[in-house]
């Protein structure tokens, strides 16, 4: 079984095919096709994997190329985790926002909304070549924004796209955690967007032991999204949100916290990451060890400001071992070998959220066979989250039709409309400084 890795340069790529190096079953994957179009990257990366590779028998087979189709063709799976733009792109996108005084983050606010408007026009291009190239291939997307991006996709490749995130999969273990219950055997009944999601409840044996954490503040303040947004407000909420809501419910302390670092993520990851791709090129360095390296710094400093700014201190040893790749494995195995199983996925809404139309692609949990990935049926949401959950998509609704259009006043709107953009003159700013230093938004007009 081939699976092809779009953006096989990325730094994270060696998660991926640690996954697959253990997994020894029937219909597993022995053949992986890197795709990058930076060769340095893709040979950096390579490296990587081969010493990942070194004595482990029938290892998954490696070779890479900056060819998009002959990547494509005889894919079975094709894992999409692209960056346009690449870091030095989310640099950007933090440093425009915060100078207007708003959110740069990737996936949240205008960095995020920035980030898929030069996405989404790659993004559907891909879709439109494996349609071509290798229709029978499911397409798992990692890309981000995860949710809106599926959702460009799924126009060309229906319910064969689906998004993984590792946020609400880390979330839902942390609340099994502290309850003493099995996550593999608990029911997180997580719903949302992708990074725009809140736990509900765990059911364990039929029993929801969320109002247990709800009432002891002790257990609330023993892990990560407790001390980020503190007991009261969760107990006011009757959830658990996922942790990129911090940048909603405490927006005005996150900006300050970003634009009083010392540096921003995206600056971070992409000084780092040179200086990895610089050692790993050096034939006399292990890449694996350098590798390992700058990934324990990375995990460690991931949303330090938001915890800074919530006086949540350090990330806890359990939350640093990543997660999105057993989610891509389970997937893979599930439909590769209709091994039926739960995961909390972005797929199409169908009738789970009324509050939504069924093309919307949502976060929720779903059962997945052979056939695809379907969604469970979902409680609705409370008016506070309805209301947050539909504005967002209305914006992401208007980056899909401003990546169709290249009208530029349509990028003002998606960029106004957000719960995190004050005002139309800075919406009109914003679009100004980033067409200004993207190319990948040379489109409008």
Same mark, same amino acid.
């Given at each position: 079984?081939?699976?092809?890795i ?53 290892a ?16 079975d ?43 989404v ?19 798992i ?21 689906? +998004? ?7 979330? #839902?273990?942390?609340?099994? @955690?502290? =309850? /003493? !219950?099995? %996550? ?15 736990v ?20 609330? +303040? ?7 947004f #503190?007991?009261?407000?969760? @107990?006011? =909420? /009757? !959830?658990? %949100? ?24 995206g600056a ?24 390992? @390296?700058t990934r ?7 949303m ?21 790749e ?26 789970t ?31 506070h ?7 967002v998509?209305?914006v ?37 400084a980033?067409?200004?230093?993207h ?7």
């Open positions: 079984m081939q699976l092809t779009l953006g096989g340069g990325g730094f994270r790529v060696p998660l991926v095919y640690g996954a697959l190096l253990g997994d020894r079953g029937a219909g597993r994957v022995t053949r992986v096709v890197l795709h990058d179009p930076d060769t340095a990257r893709l040979a950096a990366v390579t490296r990587v994997l081969a010493e990942q590779a070194a004595g482990v028998p029938d998954p087979e490696v070779t890479a190329t900056t060819d998009v189709d002959e990547a494509l063709r005889g894919a799976f094709v894992f999409s985790a692209i960056r346009v733009g690449g870091a030095e792109g989310r640099a950007e996108d933090e440093r425009v926002a915060l100078a207007e005084g708003v959110l740069g983050q990737e996936t949240v606010g205008a960095g995020g909304i920035a980030y898929g408007l030069r996405t026009p790659v993004a559907v291009d891909i879709a439109r070549r494996v349609a071509r190239l290798a229709p029978e291939a499911w397409v997307n990692f890309t981000n924004p995860a949710g809106l991006v599926t959702e460009a996709m799924s126009r060309h490749l229906g319910d064969r796209v689906i +998004g993984i995130c590792d946020s609400p999969v880390g979330l #839902g273990r942390r609340v099994a @955690r502290v =309850l /003493g !219950a099995d %996550p593999e055997r608990a029911w997180i009944d997580y719903v949302g967007l992708n990074h725009l999601g809140w509900r409840g765990l059911r364990v044996a039929g029993r929801d032991e969320l109002p247990r954490l709800l009432d002891d503040p002790v257990l609330l +303040g023993s892990f990560e999204e407790g001390r980020l #503190g007991a009261e407000w969760l @107990r006011s =909420l /009757g !959830a658990v %949100p996922n942790e990129y809501l911090h940048y909603y419910y405490f927006n005005r302390e996150t900006v300050r916290a970003y634009r009083e670092a010392e540096q921003t993520r971070f990851l992409r000084d780092q990451q040179a200086r990895f791709y610089a050692q790993a090129g050096d034939p006399s360095v292990s890449a694996l060890a350098a590798w390992q @390296r324990a710094e990375r995990e460690s400093t991931y330090a400001e938001n915890r800074e700014a919530a006086g949540a201190g350090e990330r806890e040893p359990e939350d640093l071992s990543g997660g999105y057993k989610v891509a494995l389970a997937l893979m195995r599930a439909v590769a070998r209709n091994e039926r199983t739960t995961l909390i996925l972005n797929v199409r809404n169908r009738a959220l009324a509050a939504l139309d069924a093309e919307a692609v949502i976060e929720v949990p779903c059962l997945v066979d052979a056939s695809g990935a379907h969604p469970v049926a979902a409680d609705p949401l409370p008016g989250a309805t209301g947050l959950v539909c504005a998509k209305a992401e609704r208007e980056v899909l039709a401003t990546a169709a259009s290249g009208a530029r006043a349509q990028a003002v709107k998606a960029f106004a409309l957000h719960p995190l953009v004050d005002s139309v003159a800075v919406a009109r700013r914003l679009v100004d980033y067409t200004a230093v190319p990948g938004l040379s489109y409008l007009r």
